[in-house]
């Protein structure tokens, strides 16, 4: 993220996620149709829905259904231009590798009506009194742990070793650079 840039391969993820969904109206009527009956679904939504990207609507007065909205990630891209004025190293590395996992997830991802394919999240986010930074990729759509194949395991959790150390590679090079 040299000369200023920040998350440019996160960006790039966050645009071809908003341009997929403006691209699948199918997706959207899902998500206008999205009712959660199960309890497990119920509980993982409840767990995944903190607001940051997807927020689900109570349902109309005459429809059992609940709305799925889809909300801008700018807060993302805003902490992630926080954290580059602190740490450009950091934020470099994580944007390159971690915004890569997720563009690669997101292609690979499999698509029936493209609902869950559009949901899939990529937040940056500090803990602990900012003294800790964490990305995460989440499958917002409660239903992501019965798609067949399991895309999360298969694509997210199988390279979340290999992202790290990857992160950390970087990290620790741009670091002897800088000796």
Same mark, same amino acid.
């Given at each position: 993220?040299?000369? *200023?840039? %920040?998350?440019?391969?996160?960006?790039?993820?966050?645009? +071809?996620?908003?341009?997929?969904?403006?691209?699948?109206?199918?997706?959207?009527?899902?998500?206008?149709?999205?009712?959660?009956? #199960?309890? =497990? *679904?119920?509980?993982?939504?409840?767990?995944?829905?903190?607001?940051?990207?997807?927020?689900?609507?109570?349902?109309?007065?005459?429809?059992?259904?609940?709305? !799925? +909205?889809?909300?801008? =990630?700018?807060?993302?891209? #805003?902490?992630?231009?926080? !954290?580059?004025?602190?740490? =450009?190293?950091?934020?470099?590395?994580?944007?390159?590798?971690? *915004?890569?996992?997720?563009?690669?997830?997101?292609?690979?991802?499999?698509?029936?009506?493209?609902?869950?394919?559009?949901?899939?999240?990529?937040?940056?986010?500090?803990? #602990?009194?900012?003294?800790?930074?964490?990305? %995460?990729?989440?499958?917002?759509?409660?239903?992501?742990?019965?798609?067949? *194949?399991?895309?999360?395991?298969?694509?997210?959790?199988?390279?979340?070793? =290999?992202?790290?150390?990857?992160?950390?590679?970087? +990290?620790?090079?741009?670091?002897?650079?800088?000796?």
């Amino acid at each position: 993220m040299a000369g *200023g840039a %920040v998350s440019t391969v996160s960006s790039r993820f966050w645009r +071809i996620q908003s341009d997929f969904w403006n691209a699948n109206p199918r997706a959207q009527e899902k998500a206008e149709k999205l009712y959660i009956a #199960d309890k =497990p *679904g119920q509980r993982i939504w409840a767990y995944l829905n903190d607001g940051s990207q997807w927020v689900q609507r109570p349902p109309a007065k005459k429809s059992k259904y609940t709305e !799925v +909205i889809r909300l801008d =990630p700018q807060l993302a891209r #805003d902490m992630m231009r926080i !954290v580059n004025d602190l740490a =450009p190293m950091m934020t470099s590395a994580f944007d390159t590798h971690f *915004g890569q996992l997720a563009i690669d997830a997101f292609f690979a991802w499999p698509k029936k009506t493209g609902l869950s394919k559009s949901m899939l999240e990529l937040r940056y986010f500090t803990t #602990d009194d900012a003294q800790r930074f964490h990305a %995460v990729i989440v499958p917002r759509a409660p239903y992501s742990i019965y798609i067949k *194949g399991r895309p999360f395991t298969r694509l997210l959790e199988n390279n979340a070793i =290999p992202t790290a150390t990857k992160i950390a590679d970087a +990290i620790k090079l741009g670091f002897r650079r800088h000796e």
